[in-house]
């Protein structure tokens, strides 16, 4: 396992904490976890060596089945999520699929998910949130998803800055 699989590891743990809802701090995840909230924000960031049991512990707590973090680090697809932010939650019985734009629709179906993230637009859940997803040609190489990965992960940290950025938009 080398950098980028843990980075990736620990990114997609931070956006299934993310998405969670109700939503779910990183201190309130060190002090479910018995850590402190350092191991939760080196975890997120990718700062292990090896998947230890405080790494599948946190998985599991995000809702995770086990081995998942293992097939991640190893370049799988993550878990999937339904909407309480708990792993493989299906759908209710009748519930439509979701009027996505036809271009999103036939790019999410035609191309590989290799991260995605949520990113808030204030501080408050009502402020609105942006899914960011990164998708890849279907079967590209390592190389090819590293080179991916990089790019991505500095367009994440240009939005999120952008996000927390004061804009002068005066709340009413």
Do not use: C
Not at 62 to 68: I, M, T, V
Not at 81 to 104: N, Q, R
């Amino acid at each position: 396992m080398d950098e980028d699989d843990t980075k990736r590891l620990g990114s997609l743990l931070q956006a299934a904490r993310d998405a969670r809802r109700p939503r779910m701090t990183q201190p309130e995840a060190a002090d479910q976890l018995g850590v402190g909230r350092t191991t939760v924000q080196n975890i997120e960031a990718g700062k292990f060596a090896r998947i230890n049991r405080t790494v599948r512990d946190y998985a599991a707590l995000l809702g995770w089945p086990e081995g998942a973090a293992e097939r991640v680090a190893a370049g799988g697809p993550p878990p999937a999520f339904g909407s309480s932010g708990t792993a493989d939650e299906p759908a209710p019985a009748g519930t439509p699929p979701l009027p996505l734009p036809p271009a999103v629709d036939y790019e999410l179906r035609n191309a590989e998910t290799l991260d995605a993230t949520v990113i808030n637009l204030g501080p408050d859940e009502d402020d609105g949130h942006m899914i960011v997803v990164l998708q890849g040609r279907k079967g590209a190489s390592p190389e090819e998803v590293a080179r991916l990965a990089a790019r991505y992960r500095k367009a994440r940290r240009y939005l999120q800055n952008l996000a927390t950025e004061d804009d002068g938009v005066a709340d009413s």
